[in-house]
């Protein structure tokens, strides 16, 4: 039937693409009167249930034309589990990586002189970033970016599909389903069920206990985003009762299991991407392109090539650090792309702050809101690192700015500055060691990076605004009381 679906499309040329492959499917079952009985029903059922877990989505989403597009580039070989679990590869990807958890992004601030990620009080700074945000997170829009993303890219995301597939994961005693046996399925009697635990996986080989995990997909697996996990566990032990019971082999229940819910996960919203009527292979590369010179994209929803597998998201993520190398060593080999637009605070006000710090140990000086004793609320920190600097990339009011060379020498101490909140200032200030171990927690614990005070950016020039302005009004306060008890 996919081969007629294949003539059809080439028949109907660019009209394919408003129609779904359900419906092309269904048309063509009718035609040619496959699946009279109510076994080849079910048996076909089985096949389109496959299908839609192939693409997580149904197929009534699916577009005819372009659902396949990335089979002429399908890898050749068996599939294959890795032994131990996807952590060992992900382990073996981290080693030595900082890794930030329950950090959780609001907003992502760019433009061509960098970028800020803000997580609640946090604010990490970078020359790049590179989002591998979900495609149901892009979609769900509950990252802010400022400014916001190109409304071609918008487009893109708004079209692609992003359905589900759901599983439970279940751990026996032992196997019971038979020690050969690496996958088998199940026949429903409802079509509108078909994805509904249609196929099993044995994990044993592989995780080294009796792990056996139920897939569920396209209609089914929404409904089952909304059902009871004891109810669902109920339902596949009897799926299984009714498929080993009558070869006399004891079903046991099992010692734990989990059911997954990736529709609601809010750092997902579903599982993987596809492409759905109205759109094209074409989007997959919309979304894949950058941003100005400073906001980069990867994972599967980005490849056109290889969607929806995690080849295709760690290939992606290749792509774009070939991507970010070729634009630093071009910044590198661009002089005047070392100089910086002066978005920050400028040298004069932050000196005059930094003369009456508010916090001050080794190092490390802080300035904060006067007005504010909140934990959570931001100051600047200025730190003080030694007697030489030949850095390009950072700008100081003692440096000679000009175009035709980015090395400089300073006979002054470099004095480089961050935003920084005073829960996070107290933390460092607790840090034994030295200002060595204080710098290693500063980049490695705290995820802050050091930068010249032109490079503070708009959130660096607002927390010194609000300082200054604080600042002020004490001063004008203190001087109102002065003059009262002066009468």
Known sequence: MLDKVTQLREFMGGFASDISLGSVLETLRLLYSVARSDEEKQLLDWHFANLEYANAGSLTNLSAAYWDQDDPYEMGGDHCLLAGGNWRLIRALCEGIPIFYEKKVQTIRYDDDGVEVIAGNQVFQAD?????????????????FEPELPEKKLAAIDRLGFGLLNKVAMVFPHVFWGEDLDTFG?????????????????????????????LVAGEAAQSFENADPSASLHHVLSILKGIYGPKGIDVPNPLQSICTRWGTDPFSYGSYSHVRVK?????????????????????????????ATM????????????????ATRAQQNNPKKCIQKNIGPSDDILLDLFKKPDLAFEEFYFVFDPLSQDPKSLGIMRVTLGKSCNECSIEHSSWKKREDSCQHLLNEPLQLYTVISRKQALELQQVTGGSENQMSYLFKNL?????????LGLLGNSVTSNIVSARRGRGRFRMSAGRQNAV
């Open 311 to 326: 080849h295709g998201a760690y290939l992606s993520g290749l792509r774009e650090a070939s991507r970010i190398l070729r």
């Open 447 to 455: 995820g802050l990076r050091l930068v010249g005070a032109n490079g």
């Open 128 to 144: 790049m970033v590179l989002c591998t945000i979900p495609l149901g997170v892009l979609k769900k829009r509950t990252i802010v």
């Open 186 to 214: 199940c026949l429903s009697k409802q079509s509108y069920r078909r994805g509904e635990f249609f196929l099993f996986y044995s994990y044993h080989t592989v995780s080294g206990g009796p792990v056996l995990v139920a």
């Open 279 to 307: 759109s094209s292979g074409n989007d997959y590369d919309i979304l894949a392109e950058s941003v100005g010179s400073s906001l980069y994209f990867a994972g599967e929803a980005t490849i056109r090539q290889h969607p």
